[in-house]
């Protein structure tokens, strides 16, 4: 219903950072929850953060302490911000966003590769 587009993703050393993005289209969206998810080759898909607006934000326990979830609602834009990286966090990695633009929405990015090696 409501396009979201990725980007951020790329080659990163151990223990390295960085921040993805996940801007969500149009000039009336109104965010009420959002999530990051990520899946490796072979492995199940996994929940590595969620918040609803407002609320707190959940992060399992491999992720729990360095990876962030964040909104920039002037930019219509979710971030996930990932530091001291291992490379057992190598995924393609995607956002969810649910909110309403004229009509109710749960949109998927399109995933961004996310690879930590040395």
């Known amino acids: 219903q409501v396009p979201l587009v990725e980007s951020g993703g790329g080659l990163v050393q151990p223990g390295g950072s960085l921040r993805l993005s996940c801007a969500v289209s149009?000039?009336?969206?109104?965010?009420?929850?959002m999530g990051w998810y990520r899946q490796a080759p072979g492995k199940e898909r996994e929940l590595v953060a969620t918040?609803?607006?407002?609320?707190?934000?959940t992060y399992p326990d491999s992720v729990k302490g360095r990876f962030t979830i964040s909104m920039d609602n002037a930019k219509n834009t979710v971030y996930l911000q990932m530091n001291s990286l291992k490379p057992e966090d190598t995924a393609v990695y995607y956002c969810?966003?649910?909110?309403?633009?004229?009509?109710?929405?749960?949109?998927w990015g399109q995933g961004t590769q996310v690879t930590v090696s040395s």
């Open positions: 918040s609803t607006v407002g609320g707190s934000a």
């Open positions: 149009g000039s009336r969206v109104s965010i009420n929850a």
């Open positions: 969810t966003v649910k909110g309403y633009s004229d009509h109710p929405f749960h949109s």
